[in-house]
């Protein structure tokens, strides 16, 4: 990595110790990737005008039925239970040509001024449907979980690097000192991936996930043994000792990263548990979101997605909230059979406090500057085995739907169009590396800029893909 004290302010070299700029840096290495996008041969390039702060990713995981959700296709209630014959028979689909259309088991609806059509399945976010810039040209890779997941939020299939999330806040750094840039609002299990769609890679460990849980203490030994000085003198020396360590070795970014993380960890005890604790939320809010829900996978997820919009306000970067598994399932959208039955409670799980979500920010005046994302890692085949009361659909990779609320984006559109059975994207076809080179673009960060030096060459999150979708953003 090169030596970024070249391209910073004169005064950033003047810091006594490297503890000192490690605590005056807010924790993060932001300003290092600041002045990396911003440093070109000795001239100083004009950074891009941010239109969003932070970023709220709802991660649907298992992936939603496109064509039961956002994409209304009445071809395949017409032809139902018709063979798909050889024509259909995607590349990139787990299909056959012996299987059969399936039409939505739901009615879609024209809602708000907007007339984007929205599934009966999602009442809730039909009411913000004003607010929605839905993609329904989405296209992946491989119709695996695992390496869906990963290319959603590495995007990489075979992950090794780091997430989106660790990306911005390396390229941003933190609104406050005594939090981390990247929250994953967890449900107590692991996706299809592993904690590696939430990782640093090889960027500095302190742009990990920080993991606040939805059942039972949010974050482990976050309650302190030790009065506050006490513990500040165990850290000096601990920090002193690990300082003098890194002079001896060839790379002490590791370290200091280490050093960063326990600073973090020391103020987050006076801040996590407040932030957390969402009892005093007046009764209407609890109402708005689903907390006082009669399902306690309802309750968890609301309790998350509340705990999104506090973490938004006190300044986070990039929050994560996860799906709970109510099946054992840790792909809780990823229904091959029962399609009627469990996306129903999937939809009921989270539809709410999504909508609940979006309301709630605006309503604070905090939408324009946060975007909030809805995306699994792929979508589900319009066509199944048989037409029975336990169908369901399969992986589907070759076009389905996401959406982006505020941050700059455009309400209430649809952008990019399938196929009149939901089976390709043939209209604006999206990629991932698409998606994460406009939401960077709406942070105030350039996608081919934001570059890390790892392994003797530059990496960035679209690596060499991606472009920025200026036909989504107002």
Sequence with gaps: MKDWRMNCPGSIRSLATRRAFLQQSNAGFGLLALCGMTASAGTVTTPLVARAKRIIFCFMDGGPSHVDTFDYKPMLKKHQGQPIGSRWVSKKSQSDANRVW??????????????????????????????????????????????SNLLLHTGRSIGTAPSIGAWISYGLGTQNANLPAYVLLNNDWVPNGGMENFGSSFLPANHQATMLRAKGVPVDNIAPFDKPSVQRRKLDLLSELDLEFAQTTSAPQAIESMIANYETAFRMQTSVPELADISKEPEYIHKLYGTDSNDEHQRYYASQ??????????????????????????????????????????????????????????????????????????????????????????????????????????????????????????????????????????????????????????????????????????
């Design 102 to 147: 399936f039409g939505c088991p739901w009615e879609f609806k024209q809602r708000g001024q907007s007339g984007l059509w929205v599934s009966e399945l999602f009442p809730h976010i039909a009411e913000v449907a004003d607010k929605l810039c839905v993609v329904r040209s989405m296209v992946g890779e491989l119709p695996l979980h695992g390496q």
């Design 305 to 474: 997605a509340l705990r999104a919009r506090r973490l938004v306000e006190a300044g986070v970067r990039f929050i994560e909230i996860t799906c709970p598994s109510f099946d054992g399932n840790n792909s809780p959208w990823d229904q091959h059979g029962q399609l009627k039955l469990l996306h129903e409670k999937n939809a009921r799980v989270t539809e709410q406090s999504v909508a609940a979500l979006i309301k709630d920010l605006d309503q604070r005046g905090l939408l324009d500057e946060t975007i909030v994302l809805w995306a699994g890692e792929m979508g589900r085949t319009p066509h199944t085995g048989a037409i029975n009361e336990n169908a369901g659909r399969d992986h589907h990779v070759s076009g389905f739907s996401i959406f982006l609320a505020g941050g700059g984006f455009k309400p209430g559109i649809a952008y990019g169009q399938t196929d009149e059975f939901g089976a390709n994207a043939i209209e604006n076809p999206m990629s991932v590396h698409d998606l994460h080179a406009t939401i960077l673009r709406q942070m105030g960060i350039d996608h081919e800029e934001l570059t890390f030096r790892y392994g003797g060459r530059d990496h960035r999150l679209t690596d060499v893909h991606g472009r920025v979708v200026d036909e989504l953003l107002s």
